[in-house]
């Protein structure tokens, strides 16, 4: 039975990675560029968006899809900075998927202006497990983790700080009214994903933001070149 | 395809929910009561747990079952405090499931010492979506909220918020360094699930912790009552 199971996640992988691919060459005809951005719930990926959505990369057309289980709180608060965003809710006939998949993103393909943008941001629902274990056609995968979350986070979720190129620590403004380690949390995290790029942010205040965004630029300028 | 989906997902959650009785009628055998305590990650379960492990409710024995993908980091923080505690751990075969079901939980009866103890606390993998639609056979659940993961999350995770009967709101030292607004969380939190019980807590400081224990002796005292 155990067996039948690993069976059974395996195909769909594979099935989810086939449409990942068909995804990817239809941002690629379009030139889009595309960053998949995952986190635990809470930990500031609307906010960072927030501070990219008001003062994008230099000559970059952003444009976000928010996947969420439910409701469109996130998609409003960054609709009010005039980008254009698409909502996809998980929760159709069943409690919520925990994750957004290739096929999730395929069908939101009809309504992203995929000819009046240059990057598109997804920004999946706040999980650190099954997200990473699905491709959805990026190009790129970060994930944004907060420093109040604890410095173990690494060791318990491996597999999502290895499937990123990109780890933003977030909260770095609440350091100082927290226990948190950061030499110890780089140094899980160096062994959970060794040479791992990370940069360290307060989307809060804006420290360290100009980073995301120039690492934004580099993902939009890689598709501009590969197209 | 999308209907055969939902099909195969309610008999998973069907069968889930029968093997979660025979769980539940062998913690009653035993009269051990069981909590289902389930967080996002990095909300502070386990500090809370290290705190209810260094001083028991009076007169329950405290036993933990810990859930995490890989690793047993929390395990080993609690096992100090010579509490018994098994690790059971959801990496096998795959990526990792994100949430406890009632087959994990059955497959770690034999190892839990029942007869020793008043109280199982299971501390589910950290996840905000899908460990709210698998009971495992406990009594009662609760769940931590953390002031750092913002207001809003009663409605971008409404099943967990329902699924519960407390709401733990932590991290509460912290409120004076957020711009959290704590009467709209619970303005949230009410729309989502009128009337269910809550605390404010601090598991760093101690703050509120009381609280908890109570509410754990009282979900430890039903138990007593019906066996």
Request: glycine residues 8%.
């Amino acid at each position: 039975m155990h067996r039948t199971k690993v069976r059974i996640v395996e195909d769909a992988l594979d099935a989810n990675n086939t449409i990942a691919r068909a995804n990817r060459s239809d941002f690629d005809r379009h030139a889009v560029a595309v960053v998949n951005l995952m986190s635990a719930p809470g930990a500031g990926k609307t906010t960072l968006l927030e501070r990219i959505a008001a003062e994008p990369p230099p000559a970059v057309r952003l444009g976000v899809l928010e996947g969420d289980v439910q409701g469109s709180l996130d998609a409003d608060r960054l609709a009010a900075f005039h980008v254009p965003v698409t909502q996809l809710n998980t929760d159709a006939g069943f409690g919520g998927e925990c994750h957004l998949d290739a096929n999730m993103v395929r069908s939101a393909l009809g309504s992203l202006p995929l000819e009046e943008i240059d990057l598109l941001v997804i920004e999946n629902v706040g999980n650190l497990v099954c997200p990473a274990e699905f491709r959805v056609g990026e190009d790129a995968r970060a994930m944004v983790c907060s420093v109040t979350e604890g410095e173990d986070k690494p060791l318990k979720y491996p597999l999502m700080f290895r499937a990123c190129e990109l780890v933003v620590v977030n909260k770095v403004d609440l350091l100082e009214h927290l226990e948190f380690d950061l030499d110890r949390f780089l140094y899980y995290l160096d062994q959970v994903h060794p040479g791992v790029k990370h940069m360290l942010v307060s989307a809060r205040t804006g420290e360290g933001v100009g980073a995301f965004r120039d690492w934004l630029a580099g993902v939009a300028h890689r598709e501009r070149v590969a197209a």
